[in-house]
Every structure is written in C-alpha cells, then in structure tokens.
C-alpha cells in the first residue's frame, strides 16, 4: 500500500476547497489547478500544493465516496417517504448501510497487503471493528424487538376497533349473533 495522497496530507482547508471544487465539477483539471494556485500563493511559493496529476488521482476516488454518500442519502429520502415511522424503517435502512460499509472495510483490511503495517495494529483495528459490529448487532436487534412490539400493538388496536364495531351492529340488516360469533372466530376476536 502506497502512501497518502498529497490532497490528503493538506492544510484542512486548501483540502476542503480542492473537494468543493472537484464536486462542484465546474472546472477543468487545468482550470481547477490555476484557480487553486491563485487562491493559495503562499502554499504554492512552499511547494504543498498538489500537481496536477495528484488532482487526477484523487478526484475518482472522491466521486465513488460522494456518489456512496448520494445515494445513501437518497435511500434514506425514499424510506422516510414510503416507510411509516411507527416501525421505524429509516433506522433498519440505516442500520443496514452501516453494516454493508463494515463488511466492506473488513474485507478491504484482509485483502490489505501492506508489509509496513504492525500485525498488532491489524488486530487491533479488527478488535475495533468487531466492537462496533457487536454495537450495531444490539441495535439491530433491539429495533427487531420494537418492530414486533409495534407490530402486536398494531394489530391489538385494530383487533379492538373490529370488536367494537362488530358490537355496535347489532341486528341491522339480518346480521345474527351467529354470524358474528362466526366473524369473531375468523378474526381471532374472541
């Protein structure tokens, strides 16, 4: 594994101007290494700033994490629009985005061949990371509990909302006691 990218070893802020200006995607390569060299002529007369290929480099890299970003955002929107909060589906969506990029950083950290890296540093980011999967693994489980128990209030509610209406008939229109005896049953109202 090669080193860090000269953008990520940036002052803070000629970094976030440099991601700005990538994902506003307004410039060129050559427009946008010109509009940074005149923005920051002190770290230009240092030699910080970055050549144009390292803008190169980076940008890609840059668009995947923004079009992940996009389209976790997008999801969580479609979610909120469709889902009903009562069962708290944006937290089940998000809970399960989250667990994707886990998977996916453990995987990365395996197939990682990096000769330079500590084996206890190694285990050490996998303890980390099985600590925030446990983590995640409770709250998952904790918001199946409250799905259900959401669920069962749902139906009690509706249960006793047929009852009530199946009580107040009475006898109109030929309906007899055995018959609504008979819908009870089918409905578990008893």
């Given at each position: 594994?090669?080193?860090?990218?000269?953008?990520?070893?940036?002052?803070?802020?000629?970094?976030?101007?440099?991601?700005?200006?990538?994902?506003?995607?307004?410039?060129?390569?050559?427009?946008?290494?010109?509009?940074?060299?005149?923005?920051?002529?002190?770290?230009?007369?240092?030699?910080?700033?970055?050549?144009?290929?390292?803008?190169?480099?980076?940008?890609?890299?840059?668009?995947?994490?923004?079009?992940?970003?996009?389209?976790?955002?997008?999801?969580?929107?479609?979610?909120?629009?469709?889902?009903?909060?009562?069962?708290?589906?944006?937290?089940?969506?998000?809970?399960?985005?989250?667990?994707?990029?886990?998977?996916?950083?453990?995987?990365?950290?395996?197939?990682?061949?990096?000769?330079?890296?500590?084996?206890?540093?190694?285990?050490?980011?996998?303890?980390?990371?099985?600590?925030?999967?446990?983590?995640?693994?409770?709250?998952?489980?904790?918001?199946?509990?409250?799905?259900?128990?959401?669920?069962?209030?749902?139906?009690?509610?509706?249960?006793?909302?047929?009852?009530a209406k199946l009580d107040a008939m009475g006898s109109k229109?030929?309906?007899?006691?055995?018959?609504?005896?008979?819908?009870?049953?089918?409905?578990?109202?008893?």
């Amino acid at each position: 594994m090669g080193r860090k990218s000269k953008i990520s070893r940036l002052p803070p802020d000629v970094k976030a101007y440099i991601e700005a200006k990538i994902a506003e995607g307004r410039l060129t390569l050559d427009e946008l290494l010109v509009d940074i060299r005149a923005r920051f002529p002190a770290e230009q007369a240092a030699g910080v700033l970055p050549s144009r290929t390292a803008i190169h480099r980076y940008g890609p890299k840059l668009e995947r994490r923004l079009t992940a970003i996009r389209a976790s955002t997008e999801a969580a929107k479609l979610i909120r629009e469709q889902a009903g909060d009562n069962q708290d589906a944006r937290s089940e969506a998000l809970t399960a985005l989250v667990q994707t990029e886990l998977f996916e950083a453990i995987l990365d950290l395996q197939e990682a061949d990096d000769p330079d890296m500590d084996p206890g540093e190694r285990v050490g980011m996998l303890s980390s990371a099985a600590k925030n999967i446990a983590t995640l693994t409770r709250s998952s489980v904790n918001l199946k509990q409250f799905q259900a128990k959401v669920e069962e209030e749902t139906r009690k509610r509706l249960l006793e909302e047929q009852r009530a209406k199946l009580d107040a008939m009475g006898s109109k229109g030929g309906v007899t006691e055995e018959t609504k005896q008979a819908i009870r049953e089918a409905l578990g109202i008893i």
